[in-house]
């Protein structure tokens, strides 16, 4: 049984005329009564009656006609979800994001891209950078936002979408709170509390080569798995930090931000995806944010340059 047969019956079912019908599917009449023979000998009655004033359905070509419309619709939708998911507009996509990122950049792109599709489905979860390589890793993240640096990934397609500068961050009430600009050199001997290795080790090796670069050996009073948990200890005196400026822009806590005037390299946050699992919908997302971020990147540096000096996040 062909489709194009059904196709041909439920246009004569609509029109109760072979010429009309062979007009409108543009054949023959000999070729729509063949199909049409050819059709009922695969369902093995008749399905017209017809003779020279009229064609009518037989009660079993009323009985086809209905279900051979309902099935012929659903095979349409899958033909239809099928080409949309071989081109990247249906599916399910798997997100990971730090929490910086979900701030900076998730909420915006999502939204974007599920206003061109619709039809693709979105899960978010905050999770941090070590979690999303091993789960990229594995096939069961598809998009990864995560901290970087994550050191040499072969399986990985990773791209810096985002930076921004580091800040030294001290409670507002700390001796330097008044002050524009800071060096490093004049938190020696401070306490600092630092970002846990086992969840970014190349973020944490980072902090802590910029402060060794500095001459600093901190003395480190805790650890934490996330970077906006670190202001929050800086809002409880547990001691001092660097971080990237806009967790402090985003926070309540009662912390300011200072200018860090050594050279030091910028925060930066990459798109990740596998090098072996990629889905169509993966690669268009991908695509999307790539261009998206593409835009705003030149203002993302302005602001980077132009750092404001030592700001309150709150107070």
Known sequence: ???????????????????????????????????????????GVRLLERNR???TLTAAGLAFRDDAAAALSQLEQAIR????????????????????????????????????????????RNILTAEQVQMLETG????????????????????????????????????????????????????????????????????????RDAGIVPNVTQTVGEVPTLISLV?????????PLSVVEHSAAAVVACEILDRIPMSEIGLAVSKRFRAPVVDNFRSFALKHLGHSRNAL???????????KAHS
Request: charged fraction near 25%; aromatic fraction near 8%; hydrophobic fraction near 45%.
């Open 53 to 55: 004033r009229k064609t």
């Open 235 to 243: 809002h409880s005196r547990m001691g001092i930090t660097i971080a």
């Open 140 to 211: 069961s993240l598809d998009i990864g936002f995560l901290r970087l640096p994550i050191g040499v990934q072969w399986t990985l397609d990773v791209v810096t979408v985002h930076r921004e500068p580091f800040v030294l961050v001290v409670p507002s009430s700390h001796k330097l709170a008044k002050r524009k600009r800071v060096r490093l050199r004049e938190v020696s001997g401070e306490n600092f509390v630092m970002y846990e290795r086992t969840w970014a080790p190349g973020f944490h090796d980072l902090m802590f080569g910029i402060l």
């Open 1 to 43: 049984m062909e489709l194009r047969q059904i196709r041909s019956f439920l246009s004569i079912a609509e029109t109760l005329h072979f010429g009309r019908t062979a007009e409108l599917i543009h054949i023959s009449q000999p070729a729509l009564s063949l199909q049409i023979r050819a059709l009922e000998e695969e369902v």
């Open 301 to 311: 540096e302005l602001i980077s340059i132009s750092l404001r000096p030592c700001r």
């Open 81 to 124: 979800r099928a080409r949309l998911a071989a081109s990247g507009k249906l599916g399910l996509l798997r997100i990971g994001f730090v929490s910086t990122a979900g701030n900076e950049l998730v909420a915006d792109i999502v939204r974007q891209f599920r206003e061109l599709y619709p039809e693709v489905e979105v899960s978010l």
